[in-house]
């Protein structure tokens, strides 16, 4: 009698958390949602699937999902199994023709196949994409630290997102591997951070989520600070609380906004349902930057 009690509390708790989702299920029917997917979550089964169940529910709550993703720990691994060696300059992989390759192996084959398949398994119809295809994003060579020469590292000079609004006027999700080509058709390396805040841009997002292994920026106390604006974001910046790594995270979002995107939230991929937390509840998730 106990446990049948406790199920149905159970049950009237889950209605209630649909029912108080719907203003936000109003507030977001149609948005373009950018997600930058990537990291420890993309090693783990588990988690890619739960992942991929929640952008399935967006995408039938009538979201827009756009993914892009990583794989740096993957092409490490492709690179060691190869005795490719390797090397970073200034945070960028300095990539050789041969390291090309393998990167463009790696991450338009094996990982963003695995996300699709994913998305796929859930009921969902996700469709593998890079940057070279239709010419999506078209790249200059980003130079290294004082001008070195890092090889074949693109930085997006344009986005061409004709080939994605296609797929969101129709039941698909796209995932786009963060490749890119050059004017003379060269293939380039593009840091997944930057590709996904330059489409999010492009695209003229609602949100961009920009998941990371931390919960979001914090204070000079460690805590999370939940809204940011974009001179917020500088200040931080200028007198060191925000650093390190969490730098280029807070440079991509300022550019996705500057570009035409409406908000960016920076959020811990680790947590379960994130993205769902973020855009579904009232609490959200890691910090939102508006500009």
Known sequence: ????????????????????????????????????????????????????RDIVLMKQCRLQPVLVHGGGPMINTMLDRLAIPTEFKGGRRVTTPDVMEVVEMVLSGSVNKRIVQAINAQGGKAVGLSGKDANLMICDRLPGPGGEDIGLVGNPKKI?????????????????????????????????????????????ADRFLLLTDVAGVKDKDGDVITHLTADHVRKLTEDGTISGGMIPKTETALAALEGGTRAVVILDGRTPHACLLELFTEHGAGSLIRL
Do not use: C
Not at 19 to 43: C, H, T, W
């Open 1 to 52: 009698m106990e446990k049948s009690a406790a199920m149905k509390r159970d049950w009237i708790a889950t209605a209630r958390t649909l029912s108080e989702a719907l203003p936000y299920l109003q507030r977001y029917d149609g948005a373009i949602v950018v997600i930058k997917f990537g990291g420890n979550a993309m090693g783990d089964d588990e988690a890619m699937e739960s992942f991929a």
């Open 160 to 204: 061409n997102p004709a080939v994605l609004k296609s797929f969101l006027d129709s039941d698909f999700i796209p995932v786009v591997a963060p490749l890119g080509v050059g004017e003379h058709g060269e293939t380039y390396n593009v840091n997944g951070d930057t590709a996904a805040g330059a489409i999010a841009a492009a695209m003229h």
